[in-house]
């Protein structure tokens, strides 16, 4: 279904565990050529990376704080000159960095979140923007953005969390000027907005905050980072979404309805 993802050169951002690793390893099995990232290499790396090259794909990994504006274009000229362009870039780097409510955020918190969230994006996007457009030129046909959204950029977020859901808020309001400016440019932009998924993001929650969590997604559990990766093959995928962009797409088992 997916098999004119075989060769796409695609950049996973925050992609050494979690949602990240599962849309890089579902990458690979469609025999993409793979940048994973994070800030530093995981103790397991060479054994990721040989299970995607024998899944039919190949992977390489980039360290780089995205936090960081020069980290982020220093990151996309690695990969453009790892693998000689770049088809698909996903912003998935992100988190929550701390709770913190209303009365004990300060600058430093302010930054840490807005830094990991939407810098990184940005300017990951800003740096692949030209190399996405060479890349459509060349294949006549659409390169893609993805990024990460959040069910927490609808609803707020929960305890603590409101520069968190605020940034994702931002990611899916800001991909709409990026449709409107940069499709000549033949990119498109739709973001994979997760509902709760069982990923070191909820680390710090006990068993009982996960149950009464869980009660409240109509499909009664949280969703596992694999369930998130073919949302994100469809919408680099030109032959599935090729008229597509500008969308936000909720993975969430039916815990926030639109
Ligand atoms: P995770 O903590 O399992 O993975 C985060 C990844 O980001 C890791 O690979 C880590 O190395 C990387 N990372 C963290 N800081 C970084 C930095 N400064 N520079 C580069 N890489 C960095 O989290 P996850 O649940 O897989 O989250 C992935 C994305 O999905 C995030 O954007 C998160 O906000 C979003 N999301 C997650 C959930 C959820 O319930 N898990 C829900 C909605 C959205």
Redesign the pocket.
């Known amino acids: 279904m997916f098999n004119d993802l075989r060769n796409k050169r695609v950049l996973i ?10 849309a890089a390893q579902a990458f690979a099995r469609c025999g993409a050529k793979v940048g ?5 290499a ?1 103790g397991n790396l060479s054994t990721l990376l040989a299970d995607m090259g024998q899944d039919g794909g190949e992977a390489t990994f980039f360290a ?5 504006s020069t ?1 982020c274009r220093t990151l996309v000229e690695d990969f453009v000159a790892r693998f000689g362009g770049i088809d698909v870039l996903i ?6 960095v701390g709770r913190k409510p209303l009365p004990e955020i300060d600058d430093a918190f302010f930054d840490a979140v807005t ?3 939407m810098r ?1 994006a940005l300017m990951c996007t800003q740096a692949a923007r030209p190399h996405l457009a060479a890349s459509a030129r060349a294949s006549g046909e659409t390169a893609a953005v993805i990024s ?5 950029g609808h609803t707020g977020g929960g305890p603590g969390a409101s520069l ?1 859901g605020a940034a ?1 808020a931002w990611l899916h309001n800001v991909q709409k000027n990026w449709v409107d400016y940069h499709t000549a440019d033949r990119i498109r932009f739709n973001i994979v ?11 710090d929650k006990t068993e009982e905050v996960r149950a009464r969590i869980s009660a409240g997604i109509p499909m009664g559990r ?2 596992s ?1 694999a369930e ?1 990766a073919p949302a994100f093959l469809f919408f680099a995928s030109h032959a599935c979404s090729g008229y597509i962009t500008g969308q936000i797409l909720d993975v969430n088992g039916g815990q926030f309805m639109p």
Do not use: E, Q
């Not at 994973?36 to 530093?40: H, K, L, Q, V």
């Not at 780089?64 to 960081?68: E, F, M, R």
């Not at 912003?91 to 929550?96: H, I, M, P, S, Y």
């Open positions: 951002t925050g992609s050494t565990m979690g949602i990240g690793l599962a994973i990232n994070g800030r530093r995981p780089a704080d995205l936090s960081n980290a912003n998935n780097a992100g988190g929550l830094d990991l969230n990184s990460v959204g959040s069910i927490a968190y994702k907005s997760p509902g709760t998924v069982d990923t070191a993001f909820h680390a949280f969703g980072a998130m």
